[in-house]
């Protein structure tokens, strides 16, 4: 028996909520779920001796659950005589308080301010299937007599879908009139009903508008959501925030909805957001195996990044995680990014928090009581410490962090928040310093009287930099690149001049100048707040020879080539990150590789000299005609892809005579790294140079 509407309209309309009734007879139709869903709500919002109005009641034994726990003021109405026949004949005998009239709600009988409470399960939603005008004009009246039937006080409470126009409309109503206005979350979705009749998709919402004193002059209107994960509600500033935090409530529920009917749609990425704040707190990515890569009983599992270690390729990129999941060999695997600015009790603090949130995202066919289990890189959800944090009006929100990575080192990063999951400078700490006195001072601590005076202060930020080691593979790459000089069996007793574009946190510039005697080095950088946070934070500090101008890259260079006597360098480094996320590719911006520029480039060359660029780009087509571009200026060419990450690091020529054999290459990386291995020296012994040139090859 079809007993939906052919059109929405019909919701509207007395004849149809007649011949519903009719066909479904006495057998109760409960709308977004039953009395034992909503009660928790229901008692929160509701005194058993409030004066309670129900609107557009059916044939729901809602009103007789309520009535049945206590609940004895309670008055009923629906627009359909059959119905109310029906809930009269029903409850006269066992329920006699308890009144059913037949009554439009746009025009109700009672007179002003004759209840505490108007409560709406599905009504609202059913009288307003569209925007146009009559439909509104019907709602608005619907909505200003349940304003003029509420005393000062009362609540108008409201379940509903929470449909775009439905919120849209009852927020912007009652705010407008000064009301207070929260959204209250019942149920997560898929089990909002008794029945296939009466599941959803989508979560179930409950209005809770609060009538209030009028108030002479402009007033403040107060919006909050309230979900069912938090105890206190959110506080948000406009009713379009509020909007989008209930859209997103949705989509939430949407998701998880198709992910457990079917398996296989790909890479799904959402947040999960703190409920007092509204701070995202964990980005979860669920990842399916593909067929058969996982055993009969290995269903479901978490795998929790340790903080700090979402930049890497493993934990950061989608190709990444698609291997994570190959290697776990369970059906779903939910990889889950701890967020920095936020505090973690271990991983069983992590564990009570999502294990509720997450079963959601389980697959179908998962056994019930399925014991799923936590994962991590040896059991530990690492360590995270924000140094610095501030905002740039060219580079944006960043922050400093010091992390824990493998073998116990810490490392100091230097991240752009608008690209969470890039590491911009990164540089290792000297461990005795970061962390390795820590229980020693502890234990002082504990000495100490109060009379004592006080402690020292820690050292300063730089002078923790391992200043000989290089962090970033890409780095490694760039310098190890000096070994196409021709020259490169003496590049440390010649003066080496060296031209760096992008600063950050100052590593390689910094290494070039501390590693080469004889180098001058200088560096471009167009942000002036880089230069402060790797002086203060990265142990960088100018000399006469590492200069630091502070310029756009292009105008500085184009200023060099058009100069009278343009310098000549021996290398030049382009190490710069686009601010366009759109582009498909994020270093370095497009205005860099454009013909006419690189050509600038190539003038203030030396003719042995070697153009180094630091390639991250992910649209293939783009790629291709990057290089095509600097092979029209630079006809030798070199690339070098850095494993396990998107870079490619390209070391340009300008004469194709000087291209070297693979065993000469190498020969030349050996014979320089030897000359910088000699006594005296300091030297990061698991840099070897010509592991950076042994991959490389000619485009």
């Known amino acids: 028996m079809n007993l939906l509407p052919r059109s929405t309209k019909e919701f509207g309309s007395v004849d149809y909520w007649e011949k519903f009734f009719q066909q479904r007879g006495k057998r109760a139709f409960e709308w977004y779920g039953t009395y034992l869903e909503l009660c928790g709500l229901l008692h929160k919002y509701i005194k058993p001796k409030e004066k309670v109005l129900v609107v557009g009641c059916g044939n729901s034994e809602l009103s007789e659950q309520l009535y049945d726990v206590g609940y004895r003021d309670l008055v009923n109405i629906d627009i359909s005589e059959v119905v109310i026949r029906q809930m009269q004949e029903r409850n006269t005998t066992r329920r006699p308080h308890l009144r059913f009239l037949q009554m439009d709600m746009t025009r109700m009988d009672f007179p002003d301010a004759a209840f505490q409470v108007v409560l709406d399960k599905g009504t609202l939603d059913a009288v307003l299937p569209d925007e146009e005008e009559e439909t509104a004009r019907r709602v608005d009246q619907m909505l200003a007599e349940v304003g003029r039937v509420l005393q000062v006080g009362g609540r108008y409470l409201c379940i509903s879908l929470a449909q775009a126009h439905v919120l849209k409309k009852a927020v912007g109503h009652f705010s407008r009139e000064g009301w207070m206005v929260r959204v209250h979350q019942v149920t997560a979705g898929q089990t909002a009903g008794c029945g296939v009749e ?18 002479a002059g402009p007033s403040q209107p107060v919006f909050e959501l309230c979900t069912q994960e938090q105890g206190r509600p959110l506080r948000l500033d406009s009713a379009e925030l509020l909007a989008e935090a209930v859209r997103e409530r949705q989509r939430y529920a949407w998701l998880c909805s198709q992910l457990h009917r079917q398996a296989g749609l790909g890479t799904v990425s959402l947040d999960l957001c703190d409920g007092d704040s509204g701070e995202p707190r964990y980005t979860l990515h669920v990842v399916d195996s593909p067929t058969g ?12 990044i340790p903080q700090g270690r979402e930049t890497e390729w493993l934990f950061g990129t989608e190709e990444g995680w698609k291997q994570l999941a190959v290697s776990a060999c369970f059906r779903r695997l939910v990889i889950v990014a701890l967020h920095r600015g936020q505090s973690y009790k271990g991983m069983e603090g992590i564990q009570a928090e999502l294990s509720a949130r997450v079963l959601e995202l389980a697959p179908a066919g998962m056994p019930a009581q399925h014991q799923v289990p936590f994962l991590s890189v040896g059991g530990d959800i690492g360590v995270r410490t924000i140094r610095h944090q501030d905002h740039s009006p060219l580079s944006g929100d960043f922050v400093v962090e010091d992390v824990q990575g493998d ?9 752009f928040l608008s690209s969470r999951n890039v590491v911009q400078s990164e540089a290792r700490l000297v461990q005795d310093v970061a962390h390795g006195d820590q229980k020693k001072r502890k234990k002082q601590r504990k000495k100490h009287r109060a009379t004592d005076p006080p402690e020292e202060p820690p050292a300063a930020p730089g002078q923790c930099v391992d200043k000989n080691y290089l962090c970033c593979e890409h780095h490694k790459a760039m310098v190890a690149g000096l070994a196409l000089l021709r020259s490169s069996e003496v590049l440390l007793e010649m003066p080496l001049a060296v031209l760096v574009v992008g600063l950050g946190g100052g590593s390689l510039p910094l290494f070039i100048h501390d590693h080469f005697p004889e180098s001058c080095v200088d560096a471009v950088e167009l942000d002036p707040s880089m230069l402060v946070v790797a002086a203060q934070w990265f142990g960088f500090s100018p000399s006469e020879r590492l200069q630091v101008h502070i310029a756009d890259g292009l105008d500085h260079i184009a200023g060099l080539a058009g100069g009278e006597a343009p310098p000549h360098y021996h290398a030049v480094m382009f190490d710069v990150d686009s601010k366009d996320p759109s582009l498909g590719m994020s270093c370095p911006p497009p205005a860099f590789v454009a013909e006419p520029f690189l050509r600038q480039v190539s003038s203030i060359l030396r003719p042995e000299g070697v153009f180094i660029l630091n390639l991250v780009c992910r649209d293939m087509a783009l790629k291709d005609s990057v290089l095509a571009g600097l092979k029209a200026v630079f006809p030798l060419l070199y690339v ?4 396990g990450e998107v870079n490619e690091i390209l070391f340009c020529q300008l004469y194709p005579e000087s291209k070297l054999s693979t065993p000469e290459l190498l020969e030349r990386a050996r014979t320089l790294e030897c000359a910088l291995r000699r006594p005296g020296r300091c030297w990061d012994n698991s840099y070897v140079l010509s592991d950076m040139l042994e991959s490389v090859r000619i485009v």
């Not at 073998?407 to 991240?415: A, K």
């Open 640 to 643: 070098r892809r850095i494993e």
């Open 293 to 304: 890569k996982a055993a009969r009983d290995s269903h479901f599992a978490i795998f929790i």
């Open 407 to 415: 073998n116990g080192h810490y490392f100091r990063r230097l991240i």
């Open 198 to 215: 009466s599941r959803f998709p989508l979560p179930v919402f409950a209005f809770i508008m609060t009538k209030l004193r009028p108030v």
